[in-house]
C-alpha cells in the first residue's frame, strides 16, 4: 500500500525540469519496487521462523527429492531417470513425467552458489525457492500493469501481488512446488505478450515463446496461457482491433511456442495432439485468414474487394469444415476425446465426481467456498469490478487482455479451490488499477480545491496522463512505420493521437469539471487507505498464522504452552534407520511422496496418481478384511503397512476419515468392494451402529488396534465416538512402531505360515481353480487382483 | 557374526589355560607383583577395571618398564590404559601419570598383547612400588539372549579370567566384579568366590605363575542403555570474527539387545517402568559453557525434543531422539552449536595462534567407534600442525565454504573405539594474519562496485546499429 502513496507524494515536487523529475519519479519506483521484492519475499518466512526451515506437506517432497537427484547426479542422468522407489513393481520415469521447471529452476540456482563456493545445502535452496520467485512474480506484475494502465498502477499491483493470500499460501518458504515458480512464468508470460501487442516488437514476441516455454516447463497450468491468448487474439479480431501488432504478438508464440513446448519431455506431442492446444492452431488459422483479408482489402479496390470476400469465404469454409473434419476424428479416436480429467472437470464442474474419484478425492480439487474467496483475496474482491470498469476507459488492446483474464479465471477458481491461484494475479491487477485510479482522481481533485499550488497541477495533470499514454504512444508510433495497419488503426490509437495535439490548458480545464469536493475526496482517500490497510493487516494474519504450517509438524496451543506434534517426522526417521533399505512400505497414496523422501523407502503408490489400477489395489486391500488385505499385500511384497491416525489426539485428516475414498476408488475397479456396504443408511460411521464390514476391514483394525488400552473405553477424538469394536487381536500384521501421538502406526505383515503338507494341496488347488476361473475370481472367490 | 568369535574366544581360552604351568624366561622375569588387586565395574556398557599392582624388582638390575598383559580378544575392545602412582604420604600425595604404550613381544604366546608402562623413576632392585592401572574396554557385554522383547530385561555375558594375566608371577591376587544389580543368573566358580549383593569376590588367590589364566563368565542383568555412536564427526570451524562452530554428525546405534518382534506404543506408555526399561530414551551431552545458537537436527528437519540448560560452568543438552531406541535401532541427528572464539583460542609464544579444544564426543556415557574431528582453519592460515594427547591418524584437506577461493585447511584428525575418558583437549598450532580477514569484504565490495560500473557504462552505449 506504500506504493500509491509515495508515488502520488512524489508527484508535486518543487522540480520544474521535466527530465529530472522523470529521472527522480524512475528511481523512486526502482526502489518501492526492490521494497515490494523485499516485502513478497519476507512475508513468506513466517513459516521459516515459527516453524522452522523444511519443505512442506507433501508434493514439494518429490520435488525436493527430484531436485536432489539432480544436484546429485546432473541434468542427463536427470532426464532418463527411472525410479525403481515408487510404484513398486512398476516404476516412474521421472525425466519424462515431471514438469522439469521448477526442479531445473532450483538447481541452477544451487549449481551457480556452489560454484560461487557458497555452501548453501539442496534443501535450504528448495526452501527459498518460492519466496524469491515471488518477489519476480510482483515484479512481473509490475511490469504488466505498468504495459496495461502505468506505473502507478503497476507499482500499485505489484503490493497486492506482493501480499495476497491465495499466492502466499502456494508460495511460503518451504513449499517448493510448481506453482511457486510457475506464477511468475504465467505473469512475465503475459506482460510479454502485451508488451509485443503495444510494441510490436519480434523481439519481445520471441522472448514471449521463450517465457511460455519456461511456463510450459514449469506447470500443466500453462494451456491457460495458451486458450486465453487465442480468446485475447479472436476477441481483438471481433471487435475491430486486428493489427500487425497483433500478428506478430500471436503468431510467433505459436509456432515457437508450440515447438519449445513439444521440447518438454512431459508435454512432448501433447502440444499438437491433445484438445488443450487446438483452440490456439484454431485462432492461428482465423488470424491468417483476417490478416490475409486485410492485405487483399490493402491492394485491391473495395469492389474488387467484395468479390474476393465471396471466393474467399467460401473456400475457407470448406477447407475449415474439413480441418474440422479432421481434428474431430483425431479427438474422437481418443478414450477421454483428447481432454485430460483434470481438464475435462474445469469446463464440468461435474465431472470429476462423477467419473473420477481420484481427481474428486483431491481437497484442492473441490470449488472454493464463498468465504474462501475472501480468505484469500479480501478486499481485492471488491475492487475487482472497478478495475474492470476502469479498464474499459479507455478500452485498449492491453486492458481488454485484463478484462478478458480475470473473466476466465473467475470463472476457473469457481470450479477449483487450487486454480484460485490464478486468479489472484488477474485479481491483483484489476484492483491495483482501480486503486491507483480512485487515488489518481482523489488527490487530483485535492489538488484542484487546494489554492496555490494550480499552477503546479496543470503541469502534473498533463504528466500523469502522457505517461499512461506513453505505452500506447509507442505503439502508435510504430504503428506508423508500417503500411498495413494504417488502413484501420484501433479506435483507441485514433483517440490518443488527437488527445496528443490539444493543449495542456485545455485539458486541464477538463479536468477541473471532473474535480470532486474537496472534503469528500479526502474522506474517501481516507477510506481506501483504510481499506488499503485492513488488507495489509489480513494478509500478515493469513501469512502468520492460515498458510505458515509445514502440515508435517502440527502445534497445538494448550494452557501449558505450545505443543509439538512431530509423529509424521518420527515414523519416516524410524522407517528409514530401522528397516531394510529394499523394503516396501504400503500407504495411502497421500503419504507416497513423503515415505520416498524423508524414509526412502519404496511405496506402492504415491500422489503422482497416474496408475488408478494401481491405487485402487491399495484401496481395494485396505477396505478388505485382514486375510484378503495381506494377500494383497504380499502378492505386492509389501513388508510394511502405515496408516495414518489421528484419533487419539484429534487429527482430522487421518486414514479413517479418507477411507471412504479408497472404499470408491478400489470398488471403482474391484467391483466386490461396494461403498454401501460400508455405510449404515447412508452414513459413514465407526461406532457401534458400522457395519460388520466396516469394523473388520483392515483400515479399521490397523487404526485401532489396541486403541481401547488408552483410556479404556476407545473414544476418538475426531469422530466424536467410542468406536464399534474395542478388543480384537490382528493375525496377519504385527504393530512394529506407533509414534508418540499415535499418528502414524506401522505394521509388518507377518510372514507366511510354513504350509503343512495335507493342507498345501488343497490350498494349491483353490489357486489353480480361481486363477484359471477369472469369473468366480471376482465374485466370491479370491478377492486378490493380483493372483 | 557372533558364533565364531566365541569359538575363537574359547580356544583362545584354553590355549590360555594349557600354558597355565608353563614358566616362560622373559626379560623382566625379575619383576614379581606381591599383590594384585582388580576391581571391575560392570554397571554401564564400558567395562572399567581398575588394576592396583604392587611390584616388586626381586632381580639385580634396575628397571623402568613394567608390562601389562592382554588376551587378544580383550585388547580389540580394549579403549584406554592409564596409569599413576601416587606418591607422598597421606594429604601431601601427588598423582603422577606414566606413560603407557603398547609394545610388541617377539615370543609372546598366543598372540597375548602387551602395554609398557614406564616407571619414571627406575625401579632399583629389591624396591617396591604401587601403580594404579585403569583401563576401559568397549563392546565387553555380550548380550544373551540376543533378542529381546518390549518387556523382557535384558542379560549379559562378562568374560574374563579370575586370575590376572600377567608375564609375572603374582604373591597374591584378588578380583572384585560389581554388577548394576543383584539380579545375577550365574558365575563361574574358581574357589575361593564369594558373591555379597551385587559384588563378586574372587580370591584371594596366592602364588600363581606368570600367564596363569581362569575364565570366568558372569550372566547377570545389565537394563543400562548401550548408546554407541557408530560414527561421529566432528567439524570445528574457526572464525577469526569471533566465533567457533561446532558441527557433530552422529549415527547412534543402541548396543545392547536387539529388539525382537512387536513395539506397542500403548505398553510402552502405559507401564514404562516394566516396558523397554534398556531403551534409550534420551541423551545428555555436556556442552562448553557460554555455548549458543545449538540446533538439534537430522536430515528431515528440526527434532523438536531437546532441552538445554546452561549456567557459568557448563552447558547441558538433553536430547531426545525422534523415537525411543531399542536395541539394534539406529538414529542419526546433527548437533551444532556456537562458541565464542576467545574462550578457544589462543596466541603462543612463538606468535602462532592455537585452538584448545576437547576431542572426544560430548554425549555422556557414550562409546563411539569412529571419530573424526576436523578443524576447519581460517582461509589464509599457514603451518598447521595437531597435539594430541593420544595417538591418531592425521591428514590434511582442504574446504571451501563461503567465497573461498584458495580454500581452507582442514586438519581431519581420526582415531576409532572411544569412550569418555578421550574428552581430553587437544590442540591445533597455525599461523593467520590477520589482512585475510578482510579478503571477502573487499572482494564483495570490488564485485558490486564493478557491477555498478557495468551498470553506469552500459546506460551509457548506444550500441544500435541504426541512428
Request: hydrophobic share 40%; charged share 20%.
Amino acid at each position: 500500500m506504500a506504493a500509491p502513496e509515495i508515488s502520488t507524494a512524489a508527484v508535486p515536487t518543487l522540480y520544474t525540469n521535466n527530465a529530472l523529475r522523470n529521472a527522480f519519479g524512475g528511481v523512486l519506483a526502482f526502489f518501492i519496487l526492490l521494497l515490494i521484492g523485499v516485502m513478497a519475499f519476507s512475508i513468506r518466512l513466517f513459516s521459516v521462523i515459527k516453524y522452522e526451515s523444511v519443505i512442506h506437506e507433501f508434493d514439494p517432497y518429490f520435488n525436493y527429492r527430484v531436485t536432489q537427484f539432480l544436484a546429485k547426479n546432473g541434468i542427463y542422468e536427470f532426464w532418463n531417470w527411472f525410479d525403481d522407489r515408487t510404484w513398486y513393481p512398476l516404476g516412474r520415469v521421472i525425466g519424462g513425467t515431471v514438469y522439469p521447471g521448477l526442479t531445473l529452476t532450483a538447481g541452477t540456482i544451487w549449481w551457480l552458489l556452489n560454484s560461487l563456493n557458497i555452501p548453501l545445502s539442496v534443501e535450504t535452496v528448495c526452501v527459498f525457492t518460492a519466496p524469491i520467485f515471488s518477489a519476480f512474480a510482483s515484479w512481473a506484475t509490475y511490469l504488466l500493469t505498468k504495459e496495461v494502465k502505468g506505473t502507478g498502477a503497476g507499482l500499485t499491483a505489484a503490493a497486492l501481488l506482493a501480499m495476497v493470500p491465495s499466492y502466499i499460501s502456494r508460495s511460503v518458504a518451504g513449499s517448493y512446488d510448481n506453482e511457486a515458480v510457475a506464477i511468475f512464468a504465467l505473469i512475465f508470460t503475459f506482460y510479454l505478450y502485451i508488451k509485443t501487442l503495444n510494441t510490436g516488437s519480434l523481439f519481445y514476441a520471441t522472448l514471449n515463446s521463450i517465457a511460455y516455454f519456461y511456463m510450459v516447463c514449469s506447470w500443466g497450468g500453462y494451456t491457460f496461457i495458451i486458450n486465453l491468448i487465442p480468446m485475447h487474439v479472436l476477441l481483438c479480431i471481433v471487435t475491430g482491433r486486428f493489427s500487425s501488432r497483433l500478428y506478430i504478438a500471436y503468431a510467433p508464440l505459436v509456432v515457437l511456442g508450440t515447438l519449445l513446448a513439444a521440447l518438454v519431455p512431459v508435454v512432448g506431442f501433447n502440444a499438437v495432439m491433445t484438445s488443450e492446444h487446438f483452440a490456439s492452431f484454431l485462432v492461428f488459422i482465423i488470424l491468417h485468414v483476417v490478416a490475409f483479408a486485410y492485405y487483399i482489402k490493402g491492394i485491391l479496390t473495395p469492389k474488387m474487394f467484395k468479390v474476393a470476400v465471396t471466393l474467399v469465404v467460401s473456400v475457407g469454409l470448406a477447407v475449415c469444415c474439413a480441418v474440422i473434419a479432421v481434428l474431430i476424428a483425431l479427438v474422437a479416436s481418443s478414450p477421454t476425446k483428447g481432454w485430460s480429467g483434470r481438464s475435462l472437470s474445469l469446463l464440468d464442474p461435474t465431472y470429476a465426481s462423477k467419473y473420477i474419484p481420484i481427481i474428486a478425492s483431491v481437497s484442492e480439487h473441490q470449488p472454493p467456498t464463498w468465504p474462501s474467496y475472501f480468505m484469500d483475496i479480501n478486499v481485492l474482491a471488491f475492487l475487482v469490478p472497478a478495475g474492470i470498469i476502469a479498464c474499459f476507459s479507455p478500452l485498449s488492446d492491453a486492458s481488454s487482455f485484463v478484462v478478458l483474464y480475470i473473466a476466465t479465471s473467475v470463472y476457473f477458481s469457481g470450479v477449483m479451490v487450487r486454480l484460485m491461484l490464478v486468479f489472484a494475479p488477474a485479481a491483483c491487477i484489476t484492483s491495483g488499477i482501480a486503486l491507483s485510479q480512485a487515488f489518481d482522481v482523489f488527490t487530483r481533485s485535492i489538488k484542484f480545491q487546494l489554492p496555490g499550488i494550480s499552477s503546479n497541477t496543470e503541469v502534473d495533470a498533463a504528466e500523469t496522463s502522457s505517461a499512461t499514454a506513453k505505452a500506447q504512444n509507442d505503439a502508435v508510433k510504430t504503428e506508423k512505420s508500417e503500411e498495413t495497419s494504417k488502413n484501420r488503426p484501433s479506435k483507441k490509437s485514433k483517440k490518443k493521437e488527437k488527445e496528443e495535439k490539444p493543449s495542456t490548458k485545455a485539458k486541464s480545464e477538463k479536468k477541473r469539471l471532473l474535480a470532486l469536493p474537496l472534503d469528500s475526496s479526502v474522506i474517501s482517500l481516507l477510506l481506501l487507505i483504510l481499506l488499503g490497510a485492513f488488507y495489509v493487516v489480513h494478509c500478515v494474519w493469513a501469512a502468520a498464522e492460515a498458510y505458515s504450517a509445514p502440515s508435517i509438524v502440527l502445534t497445538s496451543r494448550s494452557h501449558d504452552g505450545l505443543h509439538v506434534f512431530d509423529d509424521f517426522r518420527e515414523a519416516y526417521a524410524w522407517l528409514r534407520h530401522n528397516t531394510d533399505v529394499d523394503d516396501k512400505v504400503a500407504s495411502w497414496w497421500d503419504y507416497g511422496y513423503q515415505t520416498t523422501a524423508m524414509a526412502n523407502r519404496t511405496v506402492i503408490v504415491d500422489n503422482n496418481t497416474w496408475n488408478n489400477t494401481h491405487i485402487a489395489t491399495v484401496g481395494t486391500a485396505m477396505s478388505s478384511p485382514e486375510k484378503a488385505a495381506w494377500e494383497i499385500f504380499h502378492s505386492l511384497d509389501v513388508k510394511y503397512v502405515l496408516v495414518v491416525f489421528g484419533g487419539l489426539v484429534g487429527y482430522p485428516s487421518d486414514d479413517i476419515n479418507k477411507f471412504l475414498w479408497m472404499v470408491r476408488i478400489g470398488g471403482g475397479v474391484f467391483p466386490h468392494i461396494k461403498e454401501p456396504d460400508y455405510l449404515r443408511d447412508g452414513q459413514y460411521r465407526i461406532d457401534s451402529q458400522a457395519t460388520p464390514t466396516m469394523l473388520n476391514c483392515l483400515m479399521y483394525k490397523l487404526s485401532y488396534y489396541r486403541f481401547v488400552e488408552t483410556d479404556g473405553k476407545g473414544y476418538d477424538r475426531v469422530r466424536q465416538t467410542e468406536i464399534g469394536k474395542k478388543y480384537f487381536k490382528l493375525t496377519h500384521f504385527e504393530e512394529v512402531f506407533t509414534t508418540h501421538h499415535w499418528m502414524v502406526r506401522i505394521y509388518k505383515l507377518k510372514p507366511p505360515k510354513n504350509r503343512i503338507r495335507g493342507k498345501s494341496k488343497k490350498s494349491k488347488s483353490q489357486k489353480t481353480s480361481s486363477t484359471s476361473n477369472r469369473a468366480k475370481r471376482s465374485g466370491t472367490g479370491k478377492k486378490n487382483p493380483w493372483h | 557374526m557372533e558364533a565364531p568369535i566365541r569359538a575363537r574366544e574359547i580356544l583362545g581360552f584354553t590355549l590360555l589355560s594349557l600354558l597355565f604351568f608353563v614358566c616362560r624366561s622373559s626379560p623382566s622375569h625379575n619383576l614379581l607383583i606381591s599383590n594384585a588387586e582388580r576391581r571391575i565395574d560392570l554397571s554401564s556398557h564400558i567395562v572399567k577395571v581398575y588394576l592396583t599392582l604392587k611390584v616388586e624388582n626381586a632381580g639385580s638390575t634396575p628397571t623402568s618398564e613394567i608390562l601389562l598383559a592382554f588376551p587378544p580378544t580383550q585388547v580389540d575392545h580394549l579403549a584406554t590404559v592409564e596409569a599413576l602412582v601416587t606418591k607422598g604420604k597421606r594429604k601431601k600425595t601427588t598423582i603422577v601419570h606414566l606413560d603407557v604404550k603398547p609394545t610388541e613381544l617377539p615370543d609372546a604366546p598366543n598372540e597375548t598383547k602387551y602395554f609398557t608402562i614406564y616407571l619414571a623413576n627406575p625401579l632399583n632392585s629389591g624396591e617396591s612400588t604401587t601403580l594404579e592401572v585403569l583401563y576401559l574396554f568397549t563392546h565387553s557385554l555380550e548380550p544373551f539372549p540376543a533378542e529381546i522383547g518390549q518387556s523382557e530385561s535384558q542379560l549379559v555375558f562378562y568374560r574374563d579370567s579370575a586370575l590376572i594375566l600377567s608375564p609375572y608371577h603374582i604373591k597374591q591376587q584378588t578380583t572384585f566384579l560389581k554388577a548394576p544389580s543383584t539380579k545375577v543368573e550365574s558365575f563361574t566358580r574358581v574357589e575361593p568366590t564369594n558373591r555379597a549383593g551385587t559384588e563378586m569376590k574372587y580370591g584371594p588367590y596366592e602364588d600363581r605363575p606368570s600367564y596363569s589364566f581362569s575364565p570366568i563368565l558372569i550372566h547377570f542383568e545389565n537394563n543400562s542403555p548401550f548408546p554407541v555412536v557408530e560414527e561421529l564427526v566432528r567439524e570445528v570451524e574457526i572464525s577469526h570474527w569471533g566465533n567457533l562452530q561446532v558441527t557433530e554428525q552422529y549415527t547412534l546405534v543402541h548396543g545392547g539387545a536387539r529388539h525382537k518382534g512387536v513395539f506397542s506404543r500403548v505398553d510402552y506408555q502405559s507401564r514404562p517402568s516394566l516396558n523397554g526399561v534398556s531403551s534409550l530414551r534420551y541423551l545428555l551431552a555436556r556442552l562448553p559453557p557460554r555455548v549458543h545458537s545449538v540446533y538439534y537436527r537430522d536430515e528431515i528437519g528440526n527434532i523438536s525434543s531437546s532441552h538445554l540448560r546452561t549456567d557459568s560452568r557448563k552447558s547441558e543438552l538433553e536430547i531426545e531422539p525422534r523415537y525411543p531406541l531399542f536395541g539394534g535401532w539406529k538414529a542419526t541427528f546433527l548437533i551444532g552449536y556456537g562458541l565464542p572464539l576467545q574462550d578457544f583460542l589462543f596466541e603462543s609464544s612463538d606468535d602462532r595462534r592455537y585452538l584448545n579444544f576437547t576431542f572426544g564426543c560430548p554425549l555422556l556415557d557414550t562409546v563411539v567407534d569412529k571419530l573424526t574431528v576436523k578443524v576447519v582453519l581460517p582461509e589464509g592460515s599457514k603451518d598447521p600442525s595437531a597435539v594430541v594427547p593420544f595417538p591418531v591418524e592425521q591428514h590434511f584437506e582442504t574446504k571451501y565454504s563461503y567465497l573461498d577461493v584458495v580454500g581452507r585447511t582442514v586438519v581431519v584428525m581420526e582415531k576409532k573405539n572411544l569412550v569418555p575418558v578421550h574428552n581430553s583437549h587437544f590442540q591445533v598450532y597455525y599461523t593467520f594474519k590477520p589482512m585475510f580477514m578482510l579478503a571477502e569484504p573487499l572482494m564483495l565490495t570490488t564485485a558490486f562496485f564493478l557491477f555498478f560500473v557495468a551498470c553506469v557504462a552500459y546506460l551509457h552505449i548506444d550500441l544500435s546499429i541504426r541512428k
